[in-house]
């Protein structure tokens, strides 16, 4: 895995104690002054009847009423304070694996680009140089005076390619240090040349090898069958001589290894008579740099890419072959889904709480189920669709909700609200489509509440509840 894969910064995460030990102080003095207000109310109702002992009528009417008042704070108190030591758990581990989950994504990214990572094997067009006398003219400054001198000088020109016949085959092999693709090019090419000048019978054949290789070997250079030999190390320019209306063919062979991408480069010119077939022997491939094949043929494993232009062309892009990978699509979908998660639970609880009665161990039981959920799909996702992994749990996740009610209304009731509080609003984060799916479930929860207590077309007696 490659070392620039890191999570998502500023997350909470349970593997770091260092901001455990932050978060539960400020927890600590969270609830330290939670409980500190709650007391204090408690004095102050003892107080005030204290005052009222005097007149018993108002003090027993004022301290029934806020006895009454103070127990069902209590009460909902001791709900919410289930609620939030489940949420503060639920939130850190949904925090953990939407690190952990980021860190894989870009892990597996970054695993992608390096298999195709390298300096690509670029073939350059050989070029037919000759020199002319060029005549020229200056001022300089003799004895005071202005002078115009009239000298030559010599200048590169180059004739244009008259027919290129070219051939290379492509094998991938892998490096496994690196774990990234290399290519082994077995180049051929046929190059036709016509002197179409009339005083010049003097040239160079250019022909450099690719750039970027990291091993070349067997370079030759034959002209008419007969191999060219290098005048100076390092110089891939051969003279020779052609009369004027005479033509002959050069044929450039080698065997070159490089990165995971071939392309062969016009360099600015107008070649004529181009054909070049580039034969992939290695799946996935396709062509490079934009440049339309005239013809793409597959057998197998094996990709045969021909251009092909019978006058003449010129391409800003070179042609070319590289290795397709999978693109890696969805990313982000599951961290994001988990850094909403502690919402989705809340409005999933709040549901429950307003569609049936609800005690201390349903609230448990139901928030261990629904983080249990979000763990699953946080590792199924890695080896299936998540769209598709999310369906299979929350078909589990609504038959363990069935258990809810006690009597068969009941256990509608909280699959209807599993659904509209849960089920939907995670799959609706996961699908193309989020707003509208998420837009559904909330008009699903406000009908429910709505047929439920303002209409009550589905009321439920104090017989279903669940202890």
Not at 338 to 360: C, E, G, R
Not at 390 to 399: A, E, M, P, Q, Y
Request: with cysteine; charged share 15%.
């Amino acid at each position: 895995m490659s070392s620039s894969a890191q999570g998502i910064p500023g997350l909470p995460d349970l593997t770091h104690p260092i901001e455990l030990v932050q978060f539960g102080t400020q927890a600590l003095k969270t609830s330290l002054l939670l409980v500190f207000l709650i007391v204090a109310l408690g004095i102050a109702i003892a107080l005030i009847s204290f005052s009222l002992r005097r007149s018993q009528p108002e003090q027993l009417i004022f301290i029934g009423e806020w006895a009454i008042r103070y127990s069902q704070l209590l009460q909902a108190l001791q709900h919410l304070t289930l609620i939030l030591v489940l949420l503060v758990p639920g939130f850190f581990l949904c925090s953990t694996l939407s690190n952990r989950y980021h860190y894989w994504e870009q892990a597996r990214v970054a695993q992608v680009a390096e298999s195709v990572a390298g300096e690509k094997l670029e073939q350059f067009a050989p070029q037919i140089r000759y020199s002319i006398q060029e005549p020229y003219s200056y001022n300089t400054q003799v004895n005071g005076k202005i002078v115009k001198v009239n000298e030559t000088r010599e200048i590169n020109r180059f004739l244009r390619l008259a027919g290129s016949q070219i051939q290379v085959k492509l094998d991938q092999s892998v490096d496994v240090p690196g774990r990234s693709s290399i290519y082994q090019a077995n180049y051929t090419a046929d190059y036709k040349v016509i002197n179409q000048l009339k005083d010049i019978n003097n040239f160079f054949f250019e022909a450099p090898p690719p750039n970027g290789y990291t091993l070349l070997a067997s370079y030759k250079v034959e002209r008419d069958g007969t191999r060219l030999q290098q005048t100076n190390p390092g110089d891939y320019g051969f003279p020779f001589q052609l009369q004027p209306g005479e033509e002959t063919t050069f044929r450039v062979t080698y065997q070159a290894q490089g990165g995971p991408r071939w392309v062969y480069s016009a360099a600015g010119q107008l070649l004529s008579n181009f054909s070049l077939t580039a034969i992939a022997n290695f799946a996935p491939a396709d062509f490079a740099s934009g440049v339309v094949p005239n013809e793409i043929k597959v057998n197998g494993r094996n990709t045969q890419f021909t251009w092909k232009f019978d006058d003449n062309v010129s391409v800003k892009n070179p042609f070319g072959v590289f290795t397709n990978t999978e693109p890696i699509r969805h990313t982000g979908v599951i961290p994001r889904l988990l850094l909403l998660a502690p919402a989705i639970f809340l409005w999933w609880i709040l549901l429950l709480y307003l569609s049936l009665p609800m005690s201390f161990r349903n609230v448990a039981i139901a928030a261990s189920t629904f983080f249990a959920c979000l763990l699953t799909l946080t590792y199924l996702a890695r080896v299936i669709d998540a769209q598709l992994a999310w369906t299979l749990i929350s078909i589990i996740l609504l038959i363990l909700t069935w258990g809810l009610g006690a009597s068969r209304r009941a256990s509608l009731a909280a699959i209807v609200a599993t659904i509209a509080g849960a089920v939907l609003p995670i799959f609706g984060l996961l699908v193309p489509f989020s707003g509208l799916t998420l837009s559904l479930a909330g008009l699903l929860s406000a009908v429910w509440l709505a047929v439920r207590h303002w209409y009550g077309w589905y009321s439920l007696h104090p017989e279903d509840q669940r202890l």
